[in-house]
């Protein structure tokens, strides 16, 4: 049965249903074009060399798009929060890096090779990313497909 919301479980819900959405749209755009594409935005931060890069641009839009699925979606609610969370903080590393060394990136690759935000403003955006990941680690428990199976004992 469904019960009427607190705010924070909404709030919750929100936030669970926005952080999967942008992953889902991110890992699409990068998956349905060229790897080569993203390749080359990973291989400009300067941390893995041509064939790594590939090989993660071949990845990262997969596990972006499951990883966004599965936490709209309610399954394994808390963990695919946090993993999704720590996967932000990785990117916020990556372009923190490259923000500190003064590299010349043109495309981060967040949003595909056609999105070219400034390195500061995708900053800026995986930080309230990454709140709303931690208030769906919180309190994304309603409307779940974990609910749907059985009570959350969290």
């Not at 819900?13 to 889902?24: E, I, P, S």
């Not at 990973?42 to 699925?69: D, F, H, K, M, T």
């Not at 969370?85 to 923190?96: I, K, R």
Request: include cysteine; glycine fraction near 10%; proline fraction near 3%.
């Amino acid at each position: 049965m469904i019960t009427k919301p607190s705010s924070k479980e909404l709030a919750g819900l929100l936030a669970r249903l926005a952080v999967g959405g942008v992953l889902v749209y991110s890992g699409v755009i990068k998956a349905l074009a060229p790897a080569e594409e993203f390749a080359f935005a990973i291989e400009s931060y300067r941390v893995l060399n041509a064939q790594l890069s590939l090989w993660a641009a071949y990845a990262v839009p997969w596990i972006e798009l499951y990883a966004g699925l599965l936490l709209a979606a309610g399954v394994f609610t808390r963990f695919f929060a946090a993993f999704n969370g720590a996967m932000l903080v990785f990117f916020e590393l990556l372009l923190g890096q490259a923000w500190l060394r003064g590299l010349p990136i043109t495309s981060c690759g967040c949003f595909g090779s056609s999105a070219s935000n400034s390195i500061e403003q995708e900053f800026a955006q995986n930080i309230g990313l990454l709140c709303l990941a931690w208030a769906a680690f919180k309190y994304g428990g309603w409307l779940t497909a974990d609910n749907a199976v059985g009570p959350d004992e969290a």
